[in-house]
């Protein structure tokens, strides 16, 4: 596609259900990374995907936190028995080449809110 | 640990005019690179300019320019000429030369006012 594109757009869930979060990154780009933007603070890095490696996962906040990323293309993120914390907007975003000192390319983003 | 400070959470600039907005950073590695990120309404992130660590010379894409310090840890956007479009959230940001993560500051608003 032309851009990176997230879904849902927004998701209104209650506390201690499920939710998934879609990443579809550009076509041909190898790493993807997925950051989560609370109110008042910066980007917190959750995961990092490239290509066939193992990711790295060491920005996920808890175990209830998820993802993967199927045939190196799209990555859903999975938050397990969602608290009220876990209210926030959840980006992707995509580059080409392994070292983000490439240009990354954000989608706009899920704006997850926590009932 | 590398840590970004945005001590401006909001700042306002009349039209035409121009707004310095400030970053700092702290790290013990010495090959890095530096961001600002533009954050419009629709929440889309969007680079705005790029710094490398070993470049001394100041970084400059059109209207925007920085001012980077390397022994002050400083990384200051600004921003000539200022247009309603810029009315947006920008965050500056670190990456080591070897790593695959940013670290984020906590942002600055930015409103242009007409």
């Known amino acids: 596609g032309a851009g990176v594109s997230q879904s849902p757009s927004n998701k209104v869930t209650e506390k201690g259900k499920d939710v998934e979060l879609r990443c579809d990154p550009i076509s041909g780009h190898t790493a993807l990374y997925w950051y989560r933007q609370s109110l008042g603070q910066g980007l917190e890095f959750l995961i990092y995907?490239?290509?066939?490696?193992?990711?790295?996962k060491s920005g996920l906040p808890s175990d209830r936190f998820s993802a993967e990323r199927t045939g190196g293309s799209v990555s859903t993120l999975t938050i397990q028995r969602t608290q009220q914390e876990d209210s926030a907007v959840y980006l992707c975003?995509?580059?080409?080449?392994?070292?983000?000192?490439?240009?990354?390319?954000f989608g706009s983003g899920t704006q997850l809110s926590v009932l | 640990a590398q840590t970004v400070t945005q001590s401006q959470p909001e700042m306002s600039v009349q039209e035409a005019e121009t707004v310095t907005l400030s970053c700092t950073y702290d790290?013990?590695?010495?090959?890095?690179?530096l961001f600002w990120y533009k954050q419009p309404p629709s929440r889309q992130m969007i680079l705005v300019i790029r710094?490398?660590?070993?470049?001394?010379q100041n970084a400059t894409e059109n209207r925007f320019s920085v001012n980077f310090q390397k022994a002050a840890k400083s990384f200051s956007l600004k921003i000539s000429d200022s247009q309603l479009g810029d009315t947006a959230m920008y965050f500056c940001?670190?990456?080591?030369?070897?790593?695959?993560?940013?670290?984020f500051g906590t942002g600055t608003s930015l409103t242009v006012i007409p």
């Open positions: 790290t013990s590695e010495n090959n890095y690179y």
């Open positions: 995907f490239q290509g066939n490696s193992a990711p790295d």
């Open positions: 710094q490398e660590a070993y470049k001394q």
């Open positions: 975003a995509s580059s080409l080449v392994r070292q983000a000192t490439e240009k990354l390319f």
């Open positions: 940001a670190f990456m080591k030369d070897t790593g695959n993560q940013f670290y």
